[in-house]
Protein backbone atom coordinates (compact mmCIF):
# COMPACT_ATOMS: atom_id res chain seq x y z
CA UNK A 1 0.00 0.00 0.00
CA UNK A 2 1.56 3.47 -0.83
CA UNK A 3 1.70 6.26 1.84
CA UNK A 4 2.68 9.42 1.24
CA UNK A 5 3.42 11.50 4.68
CA UNK A 6 4.23 15.05 4.71
CA UNK A 7 5.56 16.56 7.72
CA UNK A 8 7.19 20.36 8.06
CA UNK A 9 4.28 22.51 8.11
CA UNK A 10 3.28 25.21 10.83
CA UNK A 11 2.88 28.74 11.64
CA UNK A 12 5.37 31.54 9.88
CA UNK A 13 5.34 35.00 9.74
CA UNK A 14 5.60 36.85 6.06
CA UNK A 15 9.20 36.75 4.94
CA UNK A 16 10.40 33.49 6.55
CA UNK A 17 10.98 29.56 5.68
CA UNK A 18 9.61 26.37 5.97
CA UNK A 19 10.62 23.13 4.87
CA UNK A 20 8.44 20.86 4.26
CA UNK A 21 8.94 16.59 3.86
CA UNK A 22 7.36 13.88 2.31
CA UNK A 23 7.94 10.25 3.39
CA UNK A 24 7.23 7.31 0.75
CA UNK A 25 6.68 4.02 1.21
CA UNK A 26 4.75 1.12 -1.08
CA UNK A 27 6.35 2.44 -4.34
CA UNK A 28 9.22 2.21 -6.23
CA UNK A 29 10.57 5.71 -5.47
CA UNK A 30 13.08 6.23 -7.61
CA UNK A 31 10.77 5.37 -10.67
CA UNK A 32 8.43 8.16 -9.55
CA UNK A 33 7.94 11.51 -10.52
CA UNK A 34 6.98 13.29 -7.68
CA UNK A 35 5.33 16.80 -6.80
CA UNK A 36 3.43 18.94 -4.13
CA UNK A 37 0.44 20.67 -4.98
CA UNK A 38 -1.49 23.29 -2.50
CA UNK A 39 -5.21 24.01 -1.66
CA UNK A 40 -6.16 27.33 -0.04
CA UNK A 41 -9.53 27.62 1.36
CA UNK A 42 -12.20 28.17 -1.23
CA UNK A 43 -9.73 27.39 -3.92
CA UNK A 44 -8.80 24.60 -6.44
CA UNK A 45 -5.86 22.53 -5.88
CA UNK A 46 -2.88 24.01 -7.19
CA UNK A 47 -0.01 22.30 -9.01
CA UNK A 48 3.27 23.80 -6.94
CA UNK A 49 6.53 22.31 -8.08
CA UNK A 50 8.09 18.73 -9.37
CA UNK A 51 10.97 17.04 -9.83
CA UNK A 52 12.18 14.27 -12.25
CA UNK A 53 12.91 10.78 -10.86
CA UNK A 54 16.24 11.53 -10.93
CA UNK A 55 15.83 15.19 -9.59
CA UNK A 56 17.98 16.74 -12.55
CA UNK A 57 15.14 17.93 -13.84
CA UNK A 58 12.10 20.36 -11.34
CA UNK A 59 9.63 22.91 -12.65
CA UNK A 60 8.06 25.28 -10.10
CA UNK A 61 4.38 26.87 -11.13
CA UNK A 62 4.83 30.64 -11.49
CA UNK A 63 3.84 32.12 -8.17
CA UNK A 64 6.65 30.40 -6.52
CA UNK A 65 9.98 30.83 -8.77
CA UNK A 66 12.68 31.91 -6.80
CA UNK A 67 11.53 31.15 -3.41
CA UNK A 68 10.73 27.64 -3.44
CA UNK A 69 12.64 24.77 -4.14
CA UNK A 70 11.76 20.79 -4.80
CA UNK A 71 14.47 18.40 -4.33
CA UNK A 72 14.83 14.64 -3.42
CA UNK A 73 16.64 12.07 -1.74
CA UNK A 74 16.02 8.18 -3.50
CA UNK A 75 18.16 6.98 -1.14
CA UNK A 76 15.93 7.87 1.57
CA UNK A 77 12.45 7.88 -0.13
CA UNK A 78 11.89 11.50 0.72
CA UNK A 79 10.86 14.55 -1.44
CA UNK A 80 11.42 17.88 0.12
CA UNK A 81 9.86 21.82 -0.39
CA UNK A 82 12.52 24.61 0.89
CA UNK A 83 10.11 27.59 0.82
CA UNK A 84 11.96 30.54 1.18
CA UNK A 85 10.08 34.28 1.77
CA UNK A 86 7.00 33.21 2.43
CA UNK A 87 4.06 35.12 1.70
CA UNK A 88 0.38 35.43 3.36
CA UNK A 89 -1.25 33.98 0.06
CA UNK A 90 1.10 30.92 0.36
CA UNK A 91 -1.35 29.98 2.94
CA UNK A 92 -3.09 26.18 2.19
CA UNK A 93 -2.44 22.75 2.58
CA UNK A 94 0.04 21.45 1.25
CA UNK A 95 0.18 17.91 -0.84
CA UNK A 96 2.71 15.29 -1.50
CA UNK A 97 1.86 13.91 -5.00
CA UNK A 98 3.20 10.74 -6.46
CA UNK A 99 2.74 9.89 -10.42
CA UNK A 100 4.38 6.92 -12.53
CA UNK A 101 3.88 9.67 -15.04
CA UNK A 102 3.20 13.27 -14.77
CA UNK A 103 2.21 15.17 -11.82
CA UNK A 104 1.74 18.28 -13.56
CA UNK A 105 -1.93 18.70 -13.23
CA UNK A 106 -4.35 16.79 -10.49
CA UNK A 107 -5.39 14.28 -13.06
CA UNK A 108 -2.31 12.94 -13.41
CA UNK A 109 -1.55 12.09 -10.00
CA UNK A 110 -1.53 8.42 -9.08
CA UNK A 111 -0.99 8.95 -5.31
CA UNK A 112 -1.58 11.78 -2.53
CA UNK A 113 -0.36 12.18 1.04
CA UNK A 114 -3.06 13.68 3.28
CA UNK A 115 -1.52 17.24 3.63
CA UNK A 116 0.38 19.63 6.14
CA UNK A 117 -0.97 22.77 7.05
CA UNK A 118 1.29 26.13 5.97
CA UNK A 119 -0.06 29.18 7.77
CA UNK A 120 2.00 32.40 6.44
CA UNK A 121 1.26 35.33 9.09
CA UNK A 122 1.13 39.04 7.97
Known amino acids: QVQLVESGGGLVQAGGSLRLSCAAS????????MGWFRQAPGKEREFVAD????????WNADSVKGRFTISRDNTKNTVYLQMNSLKPEDTAVYYC???????????????WGKGTLVTVSS
Open 97 to 111: AASYGSVSSPSGVDN
Open 26 to 33: GLTFSSYT
Open 51 to 58: ISVSGRRT
